[in-house]
């Protein structure tokens, strides 16, 4: 069996058992559930997702999916493990590397894919590449880590250097073992999940299955994988990747990416200069003027602005953690939130009142409700819905519209076979997502 498993923010797992057929598997953090089966809402294969109670690194994630295979009897299962951010922009060179790597890893090595350095970034970790092993990589002789300026330099002039791109190729079996000989706390902690997840699921037909983790997976070493096993192993190997990649993981790499213009500006959107030069600027909803400046990046979306110099957008993940420590909601709630029946946009908030793009999926409906303190106008922008108020039903078309008051049971249908877009006005003395009492719901929420 061949699979893909995903893991946003952080680690995609590919499958690769012997039984043959394709599986994806995903493991996320719970949040991220309705996202996931959004994105795999048109995957016609087999696949099943693996929610975190809490995120807690790559460790513990690639040891759960390897877990996960030696309970559904697939020890031998090779993963194919890829950070969820990165850019290939040769797939069928793509395809190779894993090829190649796949191979290596069928005699018990723990295989990384490494990208030969243009550039002094600091930004990555490094392999230094050891002896030989045959026409398909190297043994790995040591890994650095985000090194100073002056060392990334002196790596790429000594052309022994490779940047480690985070995909990693291993057999379950041997994932687990070399975490057991390294970090044996983590991998008892994992052995003692085996009997909560074997009764959460039916290993045998696991596919298209949500498996929720127990809660002692958060207590879990917050450890990440290379930190925890590849810089202590003995079986580490790389082969090259050849196809183009970047792990998308500052607005730097993206810039790269995009087209410039005769100022080597990269512009997204509305956006207009004069005299700017070197800057990537990406405007989400409304006009963005930049007079004068450099090598900045200015990202704008609808909840926040950020400014920062390109060459210390990888620092941005320290002012979200900031703003996480003040519980800014910015920093806390996407203004687009995913649900099973589809998703909903926060356009505008005020005292007493709150407005939403709700997108309903063909065939999909919001649960049977009511709500204790607010009432709810729908206006149709695109699309058919069926309405229900109080057992009765009504249908609405475009730039028809609705209300629904305070206490009455009701609930959102898309009978039609493409979106149905409404915008929703709630006005009350509470407009919290908590206000919801659901009396049916398909998703058993």
């Known amino acids: ?61 690639i040891g759960v999916a390897s877990l996960i295979s030696l309970l559904n009897n697939e020890p031998d299962s090779l993963l194919v493990i890829l950070p969820s951010d990165h850019f290939i922009q040769d797939e069928n ?41 045959n026409s398909l990589g190297f043994k790995v002789k040591r890994f650095e880590e985000k090194p100073s300026l002056d060392k990334a330099r002196s790596f790429i002039n000594s052309k022994k250097y490779l940047w480690n791109s985070g995909i990693l190729v291993g057999s379950s079996r041997t994932i687990l073992s070399e975490i057991k000989q390294h970090e044996p706390t983590l991998y008892s902690q994992l052995i003692s999940m085996s009997e909560d997840i074997r009764s959460t699921v039916d290993l045998g037909s696991i596919d298209e299955k949500v498996i929720t983790l127990p809660e002692c997976y958060s207590l879990s070493e917050n450890l990440s994988f290379d930190y925890a096993v590849l810089e202590k192993t003995g079986v580490a190997a790389v082969t090259e990747l050849k196809s183009g990649w970047s792990d998308l993981g500052s607005w730097h790499s993206v810039y790269d990416l ?53 060459k210390d957008s990888q620092k941005v993940k320290n002012m979200v953690t900031r703003l996480r420590k003040k519980n800014r909601p910015e920093a806390l709630v996407s203004s687009s939130v995913y649900r099973p029946w589809g998703n909903y946009k926060s356009l505008a908030k005020g005292l007493r009142f709150q407005v939403k793009k709700l997108t309903v999926s063909p065939g999909e409906c919001l649960s049977l409700q009511l709500h204790h303190h607010r009432a709810e106008h729908w206006i149709v922008v695109s699309g058919t819905a069926e309405v229900t108020i109080e057992g009765e039903k009504q249908i609405l078309t475009e730039n028809e519209s609705i209300f629904i008051p305070l206490g009455f049971k009701h609930r959102l249908t898309n009978p039609g076979k493409i979106p149905l877009v409404v915008i929703e006005v709630q006005s009350g003395s509470y407009l919290g997502e908590d206000d919801i009492c659901r009396f049916e719901d398909k998703y058993e929420r």
């Not at 069996?1 to 599986?23: A, D, E, H, S, W």
Request: hydrophobic letters at 40%; proline letters at 5%.
């Open 1 to 61: 069996m061949q699979g893909f498993c995903f893991y946003p923010t952080n680690i995609t797992i590919f499958l690769k058992p012997r039984r043959g057929g394709v599986r994806i598997q995903v493991i996320t953090n719970k949040d991220y559930l309705y996202f996931v089966q959004a994105a795999l809402s048109k995957y016609k294969g087999e696949y099943s997702i693996v929610l975190e109670p809490e995120s807690r690194n790559t460790a513990p994630a």
């Open 93 to 133: 060179s793509f395809a190779h590397s894993i090829s190649n790597a796949l191979e290596l890893a069928d005699s018990g090595l723990l295989v990384t894919l490494g990208i030969h350095p243009t550039y002094p970034e600091t930004g990555y970790g490094y392999i230094e590449v050891g002896e030989k092993i």
């Open 258 to 310: 995009e087209t410039k213009d005769e100022n080597q500006n990269a512009v997204v959107g509305q956006v207009e200069t004069i005299e700017a030069q070197g800057c990537y600027i990406r405007s989400e909803t409304k006009l963005v003027t930049a007079v004068g400046v450099h090598d900045l990046a200015i990202i704008e979306n609808d909840d926040a602005v950020l400014v920062a110099p390109l």
